[in-house]
């Protein structure tokens, strides 16, 4: 299913929770939503299933509008707080869900057979909700949200409470669904995203301040060039002077604990490697390292969202 948001706008009060966004995610496309707190991405996805009216503009679901249509059932949704019924066992709210979500009957069976099997429920089955851990609650809640095979995942916070195993898990089975539906993760765990989204897109204020792959947007914040090098040489300050004296260089920092090593941070859109290598071999400093750092994400994103 592909989706359309268009010129989306939600305000509470005087505070503009979405502010006129527009983006697209396509059939068998993982997109991964992140922004900080109150940055608009649980509003824009409660709008997306239908849970928040629209105020201004629209969601167009394989160019239907969800204003005129009622696309709830091809939707999944795992909210942030996952709400579940800890009296009931694990299979009775799975077929209280597909119920809900209008499974015929003579598919509740096998679907619950499906989820309890994709999701890693098998052991935990007959158990009461409320007798399971954090992280197979979340399973639960996976569950539910896929019990009617919809085409669109929505999915907030996935992994919360998981542990390494059932992280590592829970990617490769988002992976596998992303292959024919449309998947939006939200998480704030960004080498999740990494590892398993195809797109990024960064909303901040309600606005969209970075829409695409993880390494376009390395590309886009890698004006400066980050080098690590390790000079030896009788005198570390005298390195760091010299090092900060040649033109290409913006700026030079000490590594803690980390004895004749520097990091060092270009000009924008010049290259120091020529010049500290000529520096070294006119002082007869000897070079022993020259590590270019790629730009993290977690940098990329606490740029955008700082302000």
Same mark, same amino acid.
């Given at each position: ?38 940055? *608009? $991405?649980?509003? &824009?996805?409660?709008?997306? +299933?239908?849970? /928040?009216?629209?105020? %201004? ?120 669904? *992303? $292959?024919?539906? &449309?998947?939006?993760?939200? +998480?704030?765990? /960004?080498?999740?995203? %990494? ?113």
């Amino acid at each position: 299913m592909d989706i359309s948001i268009d010129r989306l706008t939600k305000s509470y009060g005087y505070q503009k929770a979405v502010d006129d966004i527009s983006f697209k995610v396509k059939t068998g496309e993982i997109l991964g939503f992140l922004g900080p707190n109150g940055a *608009g $991405k649980t509003t &824009t996805m409660k709008i997306i +299933t239908g849970y /928040l009216d629209i105020e %201004e503009g629209d969601v167009l679901m394989n160019g239907l509008s969800i204003k005129n249509n009622n696309m709830k059932g091809k939707i999944g949704y795992l909210p942030e707080h996952n709400p579940l019924y800890l009296d009931m066992p694990v299979i009775d709210y799975l077929a209280f869900c597909a119920a809900l979500q209008k499974v015929p009957a003579n598919l509740v069976d096998e679907r619950i057979k499906q989820m309890v099997k994709l999701c890693g429920l098998d052991i935990e089955k007959h158990k009461k909700i409320g007798e399971l851990s954090k992280g197979y609650r979340q399973r639960v809640g996976l569950a539910q949200a896929m019990i009617h095979d919809p085409e669109l995942l929505i999915l907030d916070e996935p992994t919360t409470g998981l542990d390494p195993n059932q992280i590592v898990e829970i990617r490769d089975l988002i992976r596998q669904l *992303g $292959k024919e539906k &449309t998947v939006i993760l939200s +998480t704030h765990i /960004l080498p999740e995203v %990494e590892a398993t989204c195809d797109r990024i897109l960064i909303i901040n204020r309600g606005k969209i301040v970075a829409d695409g792959t993880a390494d376009t947007l390395r590309k886009q914040a890698q004006g400066q060039q980050v080098l690590q090098v390790k000079i030896e040489a009788p005198n570390r300050d005298q390195v760091f002077h010299a090092l900060h004296a040649l033109p290409s260089i913006s700026t030079v920092d000490f590594l803690e604990g980390q004895e004749a090593k520097y990091e060092i941070q270009s000009v924008s859109d010049r290259q120091s490697n020529h010049d500290i290598f000529k520096m070294c071999c006119e002082k007869g400093w000897v070079l022993t390292e020259m590590v270019p750092l790629e730009t993290k994400l977690e940098d990329i994103f606490r740029e955008l969202t700082m302000n």
